[in-house]
């Protein structure tokens, strides 16, 4: 899949409600008729290693289609990398990060992200992590939905979700988690999931947006902010963040942001709050020339609290107020049963955690399980609704 290809159909549709103005590339792409079926988690395990139980994780970026996204995807993949490395304990040495822009040249890539080199690099882990391991995949970027799998752009043939079940597939690792960041994310949740496996998805199936959800998960690890969201009934503040909580935290936190967001005439993008401000410098500040294709309004108040807003129109219905709104356009979701669809805590209701207390329910696994740590928590008391 070429890049012009996929940025074209990143491109098509407008951000808001108002469909005459003119918005940021966040638009669905077509969906595929159907994904490719899930594989079980491989029963055969590779010969024994010394040591003891150990994480070991592959980053892929995709191809950045511009110093916006560039900017952002270098970034998510040098931050998911340090947390790893330096705050959840994995040995820089278990952390493999391929990237898709030729330009990130820092010490932390160890190559060019290719459909081939990806493959390769699944199957390098397959033959050395063992069952009580654990393994992290984390893909950030442009994703594209076709008529055979969802994909990430990548250089020459993009890497499918076929693909990448394939090679999850052939690992002995009983504790994986797969946290799909691109904009295809949603679609490949049906290709993806499997028993045992924990995944994360930043859009919903029918989303083929540029999700910022990336920043708040990124944001809730590192702050830990994450811990204890959803309490009692999702997890409880111990000190430890469950993929669980920084999926709820960063749905919630992510559904906030994009209503927070007016359009002023004239002046661009409106924002308050003193975070909310920064996020959006951040995430669409100046590109080529020093100036951003999504002004922030002078209007945007930095000193204002990050104030709670409603996420959506009440009853999913636009009525005049949301004229000038952004509409939450990317409904991140998580998949922990081993089913082909995922499940989202935000809907028309707004923000509702994913709680997981009892067996075979959505968020069940993912309660139990924290990057960086191989072993698995203790399942939930039922009636508790918290992390033991």
Not at 38 to 66: E, F, K, N, Q, T
Not at 220 to 225: N, V
Not at 281 to 295: C, D, M, T, V
Request: proline content about 9%.
């Amino acid at each position: 899949m070429g890049l012009g290809r996929a940025a074209a159909m990143i491109l098509a549709a407008g951000w808001l409600a108002a469909a005459a103005r003119a918005d940021p590339p966040d638009a669905p792409a077509p969906r595929a008729a159907d994904a490719a079926a899930p594989r079980a988690v491989a029963a055969d395990a590779p010969a024994p290693r010394a040591g003891p139980p150990s994480c070991h994780a592959l980053l892929v970026g995709a191809m950045p289609g511009g110093e916006l996204y560039a900017r952002r995807y270098r970034e998510w993949l040098t931050r998911f990398q340090a947390y790893l490395t330096r705050q959840a304990g994995v040995p820089a040495a278990q952390v493999t990060v391929l990237s898709g822009d030729k330009e990130f040249r820092d010490p932390i890539v160890a190559g060019l992200a290719t459909a081939e080199s990806v493959r390769a690099a699944l199957a390098a882990l397959a033959a050395k992590v063992r069952p009580e391991d654990q393994v992290l995949l984390v893909l950030v970027g442009h994703g594209v939905v076709t008529d055979r799998s969802p994909t990430l752009v990548l250089p020459g043939p993009d890497v499918t979700a076929a693909d990448l079940a394939d090679g999850l597939g052939a690992l002995a690792a009983r504790n994986q988690v797969v946290v799909n960041l691109s904009s295809s994310s949603g679609a490949a949740v049906a290709a993806l999931a499997a028993p045992g496996r924990v995944l994360v998805a930043a859009t919903g199936p029918t989303e083929g947006n540029e999700p910022v959800f990336p920043e708040f998960f990124l944001r809730g690890l590192e702050s830990k902010r994450a811990d204890g969201e959803g309490a009692p009934a999702a997890g409880a503040r111990d000190g430890l963040v469950t993929v669980l909580e920084a999926y709820n935290w960063a749905a919630r936190e992510a559904a906030l942001w994009i209503s927070r967001l007016r359009s002023v005439a004239g002046e661009g993008w409106r924002i308050d709050g003193k975070e909310s401000v920064e996020i959006f410098e951040k995430l669409y500040g100046s590109g080529a020339g020093g100036r951003s294709p999504f002004p922030l309004a002078p209007s945007s108040d930095r000193a204002a609290p990050d104030a709670p807003v409603a996420i959506g129109p009440e009853g999913g219905k636009l009525d005049a107020s949301w004229t000038s709104r952004r509409v939450l356009s990317e409904h991140a979701m998580l998949e922990d049963c081993g089913k082909k669809e995922g499940v989202s805590a935000v809907g028309k209701e707004g923000y509702e955690p994913l709680a997981g207390t009892r067996e075979g329910e959505p968020g069940w696994l993912a309660r139990r399980v924290v990057l960086g740590r191989p072993d698995l928590l203790p399942p939930a008391a039922p009636d508790a609704g918290a992390k033991p």
